[in-house]
């Protein structure tokens, strides 16, 4: 748990040092730590604490003091360097960072596309700091307030940024990967790269198995079947390898879907669910929701862990349920916890844009059966609550399902980007 939640708190000395408790421990019991100490290695290798400045891409010009300058204290910047380094704007800070101490919009004007970054902070070198990076036409760092600083990525296209907070320091990364704006160039070297991603996208039910009946009497099977059809097409065009569990009215085998993937070597594995509740809660239940597998069970997981696994546990008794949960690799449930994370903030981010209403359901851990058998980092995702009378039509809503997609292939984009 310690370890999950340093993994959750970005806290990478603290990940570190779990780990290497982990591999300590499991040693003295004689357990296999390779999962852990290959963990451990990775973690070595991107250590950002640990890294010793790379030549530093800061300009700076000779001290023009400014007119404010000799008024302020020392102490009033709290923002102590603001460089590029391996292609990404790296902003340290002299004290801890909190998520809400930053502000990211973006904007389109004249044709240009803004991603634009706030930080509650002074940086004395703003203005005379020059910022490059590849895939950005400009860069422009300004203070922009007494207390903010703002960063502005300008672009010709619409970039895909994001950011990472580690203690006293900010990270803006993008996607190496253009969008493509450009209607036939085959120039797109950098697409490539998601080439060798592949993900399984896993529509829930079908066939004889309906999953959830809602309002109008409408099927779980149907709403999530067109949602993943759009997400493999959205994935598609981003250049990843996709495959489909099923791409037809068809019941399949919980087992039979995590085998699908495994056998197409997927490096990730999504599957798509819509939610109910019995009668008496329609009116209050909605939300979108993103599950990893674990074995914690809390009593919400267990009831809808309950509906979804129906179909096909019955060949096995709870005890040796609990058994196979119980060896669930570790280092899997961290990665897909992650997954999670990035799936469900892009999702609710993406889709709020147009319905501001939507609730936000969480990351939860809960002990989904088809996710049990998959080698890779998986997630199941309830994408709203077929019997609420407001998300049981949306569901079944063209512009909702397209959106619905696009914010889970942005969350696929963004957990790439943060885990190569
Ligand atoms: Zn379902």
Redo the contacts with the bound molecule.
């Keep these: 748990m310690d370890y999950l939640r340093a993994v959750l708190n970005n806290d990478k000395k603290s990940e570190k040092q779990h780990l290497q408790n982990l591999i300590k421990i499991g040693k003295k019991l004689n357990r296999n730590v390779n999962t852990y100490e290959k963990e451990l290695s990775k973690l070595a290798s991107v250590d950002i604490t640990s890294k010793k400045a790379t030549p530093k891409k800061v300009v700076k010009k000779k001290t023009t003091p400014k007119k404010k300058t000799t008024t302020y204290k020392n102490s009033s910047y709290n923002i102590s360097k603001v460089t590029v380094e391996d292609n990404q704007i790296i902003i340290d800070f002299k004290h801890y960072i909190k998520k809400d101490y930053i502000n990211y919009s973006e904007e389109k004007r004249g044709g240009k596309y803004y991603d634009i970054f706030d930080f509650d902070g002074r940086f004395e070198d703003a203005s005379p700091t020059k910022l490059v990076m590849n895939g950005v036409d400009r860069i422009r760092i300004t203070q922009h307030k007494y207390r903010t600083l703002r960063i502005e990525l300008i672009n010709s296209f619409n970039l895909k940024a994001i950011y990472i907070i580690s203690k006293k320091r900010v990270i803006i990364k993008i996607l190496n990967r253009k969008i493509e704006k450009e209607s036939n160039s085959k120039a797109l070297p950098k697409i490539e790269n998601n080439k060798d991603k592949v993900i399984v996208i896993d529509p829930?039910?079908g066939g004889k198995d309906s999953?959830?009946i809602g309002v109008k009497k409408r099927y779980?099977k149907n709403t999530v079947l067109t949602v993943a059809k759009y997400l493999y097409y959205d994935l598609k065009k981003r250049g990843y390898t996709v495959y489909l569990t099923r791409n037809k009215d068809k019941f399949i085998e919980l087992r039979d879907r995590t085998k699908f993937a495994n056998r197409k070597n997927a490096d990730i594995f999504i599957s798509i669910?819509?939610n109910a509740v019995p009668k008496s809660q329609w009116k209050k239940a909605k939300g979108i929701e993103t599950f990893f597998l674990s074995p914690a069970r809390s009593s919400r997981a267990k009831r809808i862990a309950a509906i979804?696994n129906k179909t096909d546990m019955s060949s096995m008794n709870n005890s040796s349920q609990n058994a196979l949960l119980t060896i669930l690799n570790q280092s899997k449930i961290t990665s897909s916890q992650k997954l999670g994370i990035d799936v469900q903030q892009n999702l609710l981010y993406t889709a709020r844009k147009k319905y501001k209403d939507l609730q936000e359901g969480g990351v939860r851990e809960g002990p989904f059966w088809v996710l049990v058998g998959a080698q890779m980092p998986s997630i199941l995702i309830e994408i709203g609550y077929i019997t609420n009378s407001t998300e049981g039509r949306r569901l079944f809503e063209t512009s909702y399902q397209r959106l619905l997609a696009k914010g889970i292939a942005n969350g696929v984009d963004s957990y790439f980007a943060k885990n190569q």
Excluded: R, S, T
């Design positions: 829930g039910h999953g959830a779980e669910h819509a979804e």
